[in-house]
């Protein structure tokens, strides 16, 4: 099976900017995880989407939003860029729902600058 | 609320020696715990995981932890550190969100070094 993927793998942007980052699934997975990772904050859950709808949310501004498609893709959205976005954004999926749930997978990341 | 406590920032070993990274837990309910490796920009990668059923854990690249109640403590080991063992290493916790969610909570990490 492919793994997650996630593109691009690197962004630089300007400060007021908007980006949109995005992630697809392992095949047969419909659970997306995005996850905010910065030297001073560690690992922070943003949000979670299942199904087309977002099931859970951390605590990130509104700026910060998402989506999922219908063949579980998902993209995550962060409008007026501040300099403290920079971070490495990783996308994680899972089935779901059952027993396995709870197993996660880490695609690559996408590299955040904002400059 | 749930947490993980990594103990030491960065631990550096010698090859061929024990590799021990610490991880303590905080949990109100019987936790699942993970380890997460992370090489240098790449994503993470599952090392193993507890899911309540044998309290020594197998994984990866020969890594195994034990769960130990009386300690809280989910500690990763490594008989014999090898060079490509270098990289980030996170200890999480699985919390349940409602609604069918789960989400992890990380540790600060723990930087491995091995020095030849």
């Known amino acids: 099976k492919a793994g997650v993927t996630q593109t691009p793998r690197y962004l630089i942007k300007t400060r007021g900017q908007q980006v949109t980052l995005s992630c697809s699934p392992i095949?047969?997975?419909?659970?997306v995880s995005w996850y905010q990772q910065t030297p001073g904050q560690g690992l922070q859950f943003l949000f979670e989407?299942?199904?087309?709808?977002?099931?859970n949310k951390g605590n990130f501004p509104g700026r910060f939003s998402g989506r999922q498609f219908s063949n579980s893709r998902s993209e995550m959205n962060v409008s007026t860029l501040e300099l403290g976005d920079s971070a490495l954004y990783l996308c994680?999926?899972?089935?779901?729902?059952?027993?396995?749930?709870?197993?996660?997978?880490f695609g690559p990341g996408t590299r955040l600058t904002v400059t | 609320a749930q947490s993980v406590t990594q103990l030491g920032s960065h631990v550096s070993v010698s090859e061929g020696a024990l590799v021990l990274l610490r991880c303590n837990y905080s949990?109100?309910?019987?936790?699942?715990l993970f380890w997460y490796v992370q090489y240098p920009n790449q994503g993470l990668q599952l090392l193993l995981k507890?899911?309540?059923?044998?309290?020594l854990v197998k994984g990866i690249n020969g890594f195994e932890a034990e769960f130990k109640k009386s300690e809280t403590s989910f500690h990763l080991t490594k008989p014999s550190a090898h060079m490509s063992d270098a990289a980030e290493y996170f200890c999480?916790?699985?919390?349940?969100?409602?609604?069918?969610?789960?989400?992890?909570?990380f540790g600060k990490g723990t930087k491995l070094s091995v020095i030849p």
């Open positions: 994680a999926s899972s089935q779901g729902q059952g027993i396995s749930s709870y197993e996660q997978y």
């Open positions: 095949s047969g997975h419909r659970s």
């Open positions: 989407y299942f199904s087309e709808t977002q099931r």
């Open positions: 949990s109100s309910v019987p936790p699942y």
């Open positions: 507890y899911t309540s059923a044998a309290t």
């Open positions: 999480a916790v699985r919390i349940y969100s409602g609604a069918g969610s789960y989400q992890l909570t």
